[in-house]
């Protein structure tokens, strides 16, 4: 089975800093880890994805995250924050199953300063 | 591709009523799951539905159920609502892209019960 759990529930940085969220992630096979973003009022949106390959991912809005497996982590980053990344972003995991086995974390809810 | 769409978008419905919602997934996508998402319990996953058939279940009430049919359009149904199961509900189009499990969520419904 897979979990994953998103350190901080709320981050505040001000536009133009450093954005990094956290995510670590418990699976018994290889996991296959996901960013997703939700603005208000809207659905799910896939920033990126890690499955096999390269351990750098990057994603759409100059997002990255990396797989780092001795650390069971795969946090989310963004050299600069701007405004328009206010949003809750969801970290999940999953495995090889054909059913849809994805696990989300409980979110983060990222607050853009001016 | 269009993407997924749920209709309706907003709904209020009374203690007691019954809601059905809907999902139009991704051309080609055949898996359909439905997620409950709430400011305390956050993310939460309902049923996946495959070819029209459950294959996947959360830890939900009867009350809620759902259906798939042959064109891949997925309906929810909440029977003798209750005033917590005001949420925003999310329907998610999923595919196999290469070894991972993918998806792609709807705007989604939400229901207010009064």
């Known amino acids: 089975a897979q979990s994953v759990t998103q350190l901080g529930s709320h981050v505040s940085v001000s536009e133009g800093a450093l954005v990094l969220l956290r995510c670590n992630y418990s699976?018994?096979?290889?996991?296959?880890l996901f960013w997703y973003v939700q603005y208000p009022n809207q659905g799910l949106q896939l920033l990126l994805k890690?499955?096999?390959?390269?351990?750098l991912v990057k994603g759409i809005n100059g997002f990255e995250a990396e797989f780092k497996k001795s650390e069971t982590s795969f946090h989310l980053t963004k050299p600069s924050a701007h405004m328009s990344d206010a949003a809750e972003y969801f970290c999940?995991?999953?495995?090889?199953?054909?059913?849809?086995?994805?696990?989300f974390g409980a979110g983060t809810r990222l607050t853009v300063k001016p | 591709k269009a993407g997924v769409t749920q209709t309706p978008r907003y709904l209020i419905k009374t203690r007691g009523q019954q809601v059905t919602l809907s999902c139009s997934p991704i051309?080609?996508?055949?898996?359909v799951s439905w997620y409950q998402q709430t400011p305390g319990q956050g993310l939460q996953f309902l049923f996946e539905?495959?070819?029209?058939?459950?294959?996947n279940k959360g830890n939900f009430p009867g009350r809620f159920s759902g259906r798939q049919f042959s064109n891949s359009r997925s309906e929810m149904n909440v029977s003798t609502l209750e005033l917590g199961d005001s949420a925003l509900y999310l329907c998610?189009?999923?595919?196999?892209?290469?070894?991972?499990?993918?998806?792609?969520f709807g705007p989604g419904t939400r229901l207010t019960v009064t």
């Open positions: 998610a189009s999923g595919h196999r892209a290469g070894a991972s499990y993918e998806q792609y």
């Open positions: 699976s018994s096979v290889p996991p296959y």
């Open positions: 890690y499955t096999t390959g390269a351990t």
């Open positions: 999940a995991v999953s495995g090889k199953s054909d059913n849809n086995d994805m696990r």
């Open positions: 051309s080609g996508h055949r898996s």
């Open positions: 539905y495959f070819s029209e058939t459950q294959r």
